[in-house]
Each structure stands twice: as structure tokens, then as C-alpha cells.
């Protein structure tokens, strides 16, 4: 059984942090582009960053110079690092493992919320 578990969403103020994590089971994790895309109400949801499975990063431009994507192999996890939060930015946040080989073969995780408000 496929699952992505997601956390560190919470309740933060313009201008702080937070560490997003996505840990997988049940997949070859060296053989899955990981990423994160985000859904707020009445928006679309978006692409905010992808790590692919031979290391190549792509940002959205809203989130460049702000947010990092990185992956530990060893722990089968997935992080998104987002720093100097904006009101915009809050959304759910979701763990996306889509397969390198077969795009078809992708799963999602539950997402956590994340809202950003002073």
C-alpha cells in the first residue's frame, strides 16, 4: 500500500518559517519525482516545487528565493523549507511522488494546512 504522510503545516505570521515533511512508503523512492503543490479556496491548485528523481528542481516564480525543496533518500522523505511566509502563501499543502519511469503511476498525500495571517 502507496501512502504519503505530510507534516509541519500551522499557524504562522507573515515574514516566519516553516519545514514542511513528506515521508513515503510503499514505493522505490529513487525512482519517483517528489513534490509539493498547493490548493487554496477558490483557487486552482498549483505546482510549488518538484525535486525530480536525478536531483533537478523546478520552482514556481511566486515562491523562488523563498521556499527549498530537498529529499533524503535514506529516509524516504521529502521537505519543503519555506521561509519569509506570506499571506498568499496559505493553502493546503500537498506531497505528490509521481513515478519517473510512467507519469500515470502518482499519489498524493492527505495534505496539511497551512495559514499564514497576522
Known amino acids: 500500500q502507496v501512502q504519503l504522510v505530510e507534516s509541519g503545516g500551522n499557524l504562522v505570521q507573515p515574514g516566519e518559517s516553516l519545514r514542511l515533511s513528506c515521508t513515503a512508503s510503499?514505493?522505490?523512492?529513487?525512482?519517483?519525482?517528489m513534490g509539493w503543490y498547493r490548493q487554496a479556496p477558490g483557487k486552482q491548485r498549483e505546482l510549488v516545487a518538484i525535486?525530480?528523481?536525478?536531483?533537478?528542481?523546478t520552482y514556481a516564480d511566486s515562491v523562488k528565493g523563498r521556499f527549498t525543496i530537498s529529499r533524503n533518500s535514506a529516509r524516504d522523505t521529502v521537505y519543503l523549507q519555506m521561509n519569509s511566509l506570506k499571506p498568499e502563501d496559505s493553502a493546503v499543502y500537498y506531497c505528490?511522488?509521481?513515478?519517473?519511469?510512467?507519469?500515470?503511476?502518482?499519489?498524493w498525500g492527505q495534505g496539511t494546512q497551512v495559514t499564514v495571517s497576522s
Open positions: 510503499g514505493i522505490i523512492f529513487g525512482l519517483f519525482d
Open positions: 525535486v525530480r528523481s536525478r536531483g533537478s528542481i
Open positions: 505528490v511522488a509521481e513515478s519517473s519511469i510512467n507519469a500515470k503511476y502518482n499519489y
